[in-house]
C-alpha cells in the first residue's frame, strides 16, 4: 500500500474509531507518516490533522492522545501551514485544553505545548490561541515543572510563551500571570534546553518597555551574571541581550552598574562579536548617566572600550564609540579618553565614515577648550569636513562632524585651520539639509568662524552669505539665532560686506525675525546690533526705514537690558541721518519714546537718544519740528548744551542748530532762552570746537528771524560776531560772518551792524573763494540791504562783490528774486556818482538791459531804476542810448506795473535832461506819454501815480527846453490848452 492509501485509511478509519486498539494504530501511523514533512500539506488537506484534534478531544487512551499531539506537532512545523491548521475544527481548542489539564499524561502535555508553541512561530495565529486562555495553561506546565520529567514541559511551555513574547501586545498578561519568576527559574535549571528556552522567552518580554524594571524588581538580575560565566555560548549571548535591553530603563541603570558593571566589562573581552556587541550597548546605555561613569573608570572598562572602537564587527565598533560619546560628555572624562589614545581610532573611523559616533565623541571632546589642540593635532579636522561634504554620509554623522567643527571654532587659533581644510564650503552644502541639528551647528559654526574677521574675506568669496540667509530665514529659534549672530559679526567688519548682506536679502529675515524676538534678550540684542551696523549705509537707510522694523526699534528703545536699548537708538539715528527718513520716523512716533529715553542714566543711551532727535529736528517735514517742540524735546536738546558730557554738548548744538532752521520755532527757543548756552559755548575755549561751530551755526540760523534780531541785540552779541568773523578757524569766522548777514537784511539793525563793523565780514565770505553758490544766495539780501546806506556803498562796490553781484545778473538759472536784489544793489550803489564808473566798466549797462527786457516787473522796476541813476550822469548817456536803453524804457513805460512806469519814467526824465537823447526820445514818442501822462493826472474821474506824473512833467520840461521841440510842443497840447494848466495834484 502507497503512503497516500495509508493516509487516507488512517483518516478514514479516525473519523470511527472502534476501540482503543484502532485508536492507537491511528494515532502512531499518522505521527510516524508525520515525520515526513512531504506529507505536511496532504495531512491537512485530506483531513488528517482534524482526525488527530477530534482522537486528542475525544479519547481516553493516553498513548492515542500522545501520538495524536506529537503528530500535530510534528506537521504544524512547516511554517506555511500553520496558518490553515490554526483555522480547522477544534484544533487549537483541543490543544489549550490539553495543555491546561493538569491530571492530563504529562508527555502528551508537553507535545501539545510543542504543537502550540510550533502553530504561535505565525504572528498571524496569536489572537486566535490567546484568546482560549493559551497563556494561562502554559503558566500552569511552568509552574509544575519541580522535577525532572516536568522539567521538559517547563521547557515546551517556554518555547511557546518565547513565540507568543514576540508580540509586544501579550507582554503584559504574560507578566501578570507571573511568568518572570518562573521563566527565571527555568533559567537557572540544570537541562542546558531549558535554559535556553527561558533566556529566550525572558529576552521577548524584555521588549516591553513596562516590564524592563519589574524584571528587574523580580530578581532577574543575580541569574543573568550567574549565567554569564557559562561555557555555552548561546546561553552567554542571550544574557548580554537581556542585560542590553534592562539597561535601556533610566530606572534600571543605577542597579545594574553597581552589580552587574564588573560581569559586563568582563564581556567586552569575551571574543564573541555578537556578546560583545550587546555589551558594549549595554554600557553605552548605561553610561548615558553621568554619575556612572566614574565607576566605570574605576572598574577599568575604559582599555577593553577602547579597543573595541577598532573590532572588525560594525555594530560593535559603533556601540563602542557611542558609549564613548556618553562618556564624553562628562568634561571630567576628557582627559582620561585622551590619555587612553582614544583619538586615533576616532579620526580613522570618522576618515572612513565607519561610525557617526565617532564625530559625536570628538565633538565633546572639544568642548574642554584645552583638549582642542590634541584633536587638530591628531588630523581630525580634514576627516571631520569630509565627512560633512559627502553627502551619502549617514545624516548624524554629518551633523556630528558639523557640531565637532562648531567645538573647535570656538577657539579662534584654529580659524584658519579649519578654513584651509575647505570647511565654508562643505557647511554651506550642509546647510541645505533637512536635518535641524545639523543646520543649527552650521548656524553655529558659521557665527563662530564670523567673530574674526580675517575669515570674512574668504567666506563671503565662496558664497557664504546665501546659506547664512538662508538660515536666518528658518523659522526654528535654534538656527535662525546662530545665523543672526554670525549676520552681526559680517555686519561689523566693512561698509563692503554690509552692503552685500543687504544685496543678498539679509535685511528679510532680519526684519521679520525682531518683532518676535523680544522675549529672547539674545536674539534681539544680535538682530540690533546688526540692524545697527547696517544702518551705517547710506544706501541701505531707507530701505531698513521701510522694512516695517521701526515700530520694534521703538519698543527696544526702553529695554531693560542697557545694551539692547543703545543699539536700537543708535540704528535710529543712523537712520534718521537721511533726508527722506525724518519725516517717515517722526510720524511712525519715534519722538514721544525718544524724549523719555533721553532722560536715561546711561550717557551712552543718552547721547544716540539725543542724536536721533537732533536728526529729525533738521527735518523739513513740519509735523516732525512740531512734535519735537510740542513734546519738549527742544528743552532737552538745550540741556545738553549745559551737559558736563562733551559729545551731549555736540548733539545738543546740533539738534538746536538744526530747529532753529525752521522759522516757526526759532521764536519759541528765543523764549527759552537758548541763546545765552549757544554763546556760552561758542565763546569757551575748552569746548570742543565741533561744538563751538555748530553752536554759531545755529545762532546764525537764528538770526535768521527777525523777531530774534531784539534778542541778540540785548545778549550783546553783534561784537561777539563781528570778533568771530575774524578768527582762525574758517567755521567759525564763516559762521560768524553769515549770522551778520541774517542780521543785516533788517533794514532797522542796518545802522547797528554798520556801527559795529559788521559790512566787512559780510562781504569777506561773499568774496571768499570758498563761498558756495548757495551761500551767495543767502548773502545777497544781506548785502542789498546794507547797499542802502551811504556810507556802505563805496565799500560794496570797490570789493569783489560788484563781480558776485552781477553775476547774478548774469546766470540765466538765476531766480526772479535774485535778479531783484541784484539789480536792486546795482541801482543803490549807482546812486553815488563816484560808483557808476566801477559799476559801468564791469559790464552792469548789457546786464541791467537783459534784466529790462525780462517782462518780470519785479526785475523791471529795479533795473530800470539802475538805468536811470546811471542815466544822471552825462558822460553815459551816449553808451546808454547806444545800447537802445530808450526804446526798453518806453517799452516798459507802457507796461501794466505802476513801480516799472514809475521807475521807466524816472530813467527817462534822466536821460531827456540830455539834449543829445532828445531826437530820440521824440522819435520814441516820449512826449507824447508824458503828455499824455498829464491829461490822465487832470482827469478827476482816473488814478495816477503822483511819482511817475512827477517824472512825467520833468520830461515834457527837458524835451520842451530846446527849439526844436516847441512847435511839436504847440501841436500836442493845441490852441485851446496853456501848459500853466498843468497843476500837479
Known amino acids: 500500500m502507497t503512503v497516500t492509501n495509508q493516509l487516507e485509511s488512517f483518516v478514514a478509519r479516525g473519523r470511527h474509531p472502534r476501540n482503543v486498539k484502532d485508536q492507537r494504530e491511528i494515532s502512531f501511523g499518522l505521527a510516524e507518516l508525520s515525520t515526513n514533512e512531504d506529507l505536511h500539506e496532504r495531512l491537512v488537506n485530506k483531513g488528517g490533522v482534524e482526525t488527530l484534534a477530534n482522537l486528542l478531544g475525544t479519547c481516553q487512551d493516553s498513548e492515542s492522545q500522545q501520538f495524536a499531539a506529537l503528530a ?178 533610566d530606572e534600571n541603570k543605577e542597579e545594574i552598574s553597581y552589580r552587574a558593571m564588573s560581569t559586563l566589562i568582563s564581556l567586552l573581552v569575551s571574543g564573541d562579536d555578537y556578546v560583545e556587541r550587546h555589551s558594549c550597548c549595554a554600557i553605552a546605555n548605561l553610561l548615558e548617566i553621568p554619575d556612572i561613569h566614574l565607576r566605570f573608570i574605576e572598574e577599568r572598562g575604559l582599555p577593553p572600550l577602547v579597543s573595541l572602537c577598532s573590532s572588525v564587527d560594525e555594530g560593535c565598533r559603533e556601540e563602542a564609540m557611542r558609549a564613548l560619546a556618553n562618556l564624553s560628555f562628562n568634561l571630567e572624562m576628557g582627559e582620561a579618553l585622551v590619555k587612553e589614545n582614544v583619538l586615533e581610532p576616532l579620526v580613522k573611523a570618522v576618515d572612513n565614515d565607519q561610525c557617526r559616533f565617532a564625530a559625536l565623541t570628538i565633538a565633546n571632546i572639544a568642548t574642554h577648550s584645552p583638549l582642542v589642540i590634541q584633536i587638530v593635532q591628531a588630523g581630525a579636522i580634514r576627516p571631520l569636513v569630509s565627512s560633512i561634504s559627502t553627502s551619502d554620509n549617514h545624516v548624524e554623522s554629518r551633523r556630528f562632524s558639523a557640531l565637532a567643527l562648531t567645538n573647535i571654532t570656538t577657539c579662534e587659533a584654529f580659524h584658519s585651520i579649519v578654513i584651509e581644510a575647505g570647511a565654508p564650503e562643505a557647511l554651506f552644502v550642509l546647510s541645505n539639509s533637512s536635518d535641524i541639528e545639523s543646520k543649527q551647528n552650521v548656524a553655529k559654526t558659521l557665527a563662530n568662524l564670523s567673530c574674526n574677521v580675517a575669515n570674512h574675506e574668504l567666506i563671503v ?41 543687504v544685496d543678498e536679502g539679509g535685511l528679510g529675515p532680519l526684519c521679520r525675525l525682531l518683532p518676535s524676538s523680544v522675549k529672547d534678550h539674545q536674539l534681539s540684542h544680535d538682530i540690533i546690533a546688526c540692524m545697527c551696523n547696517l544702518s551705517q549705509e547710506n544706501e541701505i537707510k531707507f530701505e531698513m526705514t521701510r522694512s516695517g522694523a521701526v515700530s520694534t526699534l521703538l519698543s527696544c528703545m526702553e529695554s531693560d537690558n542697557p545694551t539692547i536699548a543703545y543699539y536700537a537708538c543708535e540704528c535710529l539715528a543712523n537712520l534718521s541721518e537721511m533726508v527722506e527718513n525724518q519725516g517717515y520716523l517722526a510720524r511712525s512716533g519715534v519722538i514721544t519714546p525718544c524724549a523719555r529715553v533721553m532722560r ?37 536738546l538745550m540741556s545738553f548744551l549745559l551737559s558736563k558730557d562733551s559729545a551731549c554738548q555736540k548733539i545738543g548744538s546740533i539738534g538746536i542748530g538744526n ?39 545755529a545762532i546764525a540760523n537764528l538770526a535768521a528771524s527777525f523777531a530774534s534780531h531784539d534778542g541778540f541785540v540785548s545778549q550783546g552779541t553783534m561784537p561777539m560776531l563781528v570778533s568771530f568773523s575774524n578768527s582762525d578757524d574758517v567755521y567759525l569766522k564763516d559762521y560768524a560772518a553769515f549770522a551778520l548777514a541774517e542780521l543785516s537784511q533788517n533794514a532797522k539793525m542796518s545802522e547797528i551792524l554798520a556801527d559795529e563793523g559788521a559790512l566787512e565780514p559780510v562781504l569777506a565770505l561773499l568774496n571768499s573763494k570758498s563761498c558756495r553758490k548757495c551761500v551767495e544766495q543767502q548773502l545777497l539780501p544781506a548785502v542789498t540791504t546794507l547797499s542802502f546806506l551811504d556810507r556802505n556803498k563805496v565799500k560794496i562796490c570797490a570789493s569783489a562783490s560788484l563781480r558776485v553781484i552781477l553775476g547774478f545778473m548774469g546766470n540765466c538759472n538765476s531766480t526772479v528774486d535774485e535778479l531783484r536784489l541784484a539789480c536792486c544793489t546795482i541801482a543803490n550803489l549807482v546812486e553815488l556818482e563816484c560808483n557808476m564808473e566801477l559799476a559801468v566798466s564791469s559790464g552792469c549797462i548789457p546786464l541791467l538791459i537783459g534784466a529790462l527786457e525780462s517782462n518780470i516787473e519785479e526785475v523791471q522796476s529795479e533795473s530800470a531804476r539802475a538805468l536811470g541813476n546811471i542815466a544822471g550822469n552825462i558822460d553815459f548817456c551816449d553808451l546808454l542810448l547806444e545800447h537802445g536803453v530808450a526804446q526798453l524804457l518806453v517799452t516798459c513805460y507802457r507796461g501794466i506795473s505802476i513801480e516799472s512806469r514809475r521807475m521807466a519814467a524816472m530813467a527817462l526824465s534822466n536821460l531827456s535832461s540830455n539834449m543829445k ?44 527846453g530846446g527849439n526844436r521841440s516847441q512847435p511839436l510842443t504847440e501841436n500836442l497840447f493845441g490852441k485851446s490848452m496853456n501848459t500853466s494848466q498843468l497843476v500837479f495834484h
Open 72 to 249: 500535530i506537532a510534528n506537521t504544524a512545523s512547516t511554517n506555511s501551514l500553520c496558518k490553515e491548521i490554526a483555522k480547522l475544527n477544534d484544533v487549537l481548542k483541543n490543544l489549550v485544553a490539553y495543555v491546561g489539564n493538569e491530571a492530563g499524561d504529562p508527555v502528551g502535555r508537553q507535545y501539545c505545548a510543542m504543537a502550540l508553541g510550533n502553530l504561535l512561530a505565525d504572528a498571524d495565529n496569536h489572537e486566535s490561541i490567546v484568546e482560549m486562555s493559551c497563556i494561562s495553561a502554559l503558566i500552569t506546565m511552568l509552574q509544575n515543572c519541580s522535577d525532572g520529567r516536568e522539567l521538559e514541559a517547563g521547557t515546551y511551555a517556554a518555547f511557546a510563551i518565547s513565540n507568543i513574547a514576540t508580540d509586544c501586545s501579550y507582554h503584559e498578561r504574560i507578566v501578570d500571570e507571573g511568568a518572570i519568576e518562573l521563566l527565571v527559574a527555568l533559567a537557572c535549571c540544570d537541562d542546558e534546553e531549558a535554559r535556553r528556552h527561558g533566556m529566550i522567552s525572558l529576552r521577548g518580554l524584555c521588549g516591553t518597555k513596562s516590564n524592563r524594571q519589574k524584571m528587574l524588581q523580580r530578581g532577574i538580575l543575580d541569574p543573568l551574571i550567574l549565567l554569564s560565566r557559562s561555557y555555552d555560548k548561546d546561553i552567554v549571548k542571550e544574557v548580554s541581550i537581556i542585560l542590553n535591553c534592562l539597561s535601556s530603563e
Open 461 to 501: 568669496d565662496q558664497g557664504g552669505f546665501q546659506p547664512l540667509i538662508a538660515l536666518a530665514n528658518d523659522p526654528r529659534q535654534d538656527i535662525h539665532r546662530h545665523a543672526v549672530a554670525a549676520m552681526w559679526g559680517f555686519s561689523a567688519a566693512s561698509s563692503k560686506l554690509r552692503r552685500n548682506i
Open 600 to 636: 536715561s542714566r546711561d550717557n551712552m543711551i543718552q547721547r544716540e537718544s539725543g542724536r536721533l532727535s537732533a536728526s529729525i529736528s533738521g527735518s523739513s517735514d513740519p509735523l516732525a519740528a512740531n512734535i519735537i517742540v510740542n513734546d519738549g524735546v527742544h528743552l532737552l
Open 659 to 697: 530747529l532753529c532752521t525752521n522759522d516757526c520755532h526759532r521764536e519759541a527757543l528765543m523764549k527759552a532762552g537758548v541763546l545765552e548756552p549757544l554763546i556760552s559755548l561758542t565763546r569757551s575755549e575748552k569746548t570742543n570746537i565741533d561744538t563751538r561751530r555748530f553752536s554759531m551755526l
Open 917 to 960: 537823447a532828445h531826437p530820440d526820445l521824440l522819435e520814441l514818442d516820449v512826449l507824447g506819454l508824458a503828455t499824455s501822462e498829464c491829461l490822465t493826472a487832470l482827469d478827476l474821474k482816473q488814478s495816477s501815480d503822483h511819482e511817475t506824473l512827477r517824472f512825467c512833467i520833468l520830461i515834457i520840461a527837458n524835451l520842451t
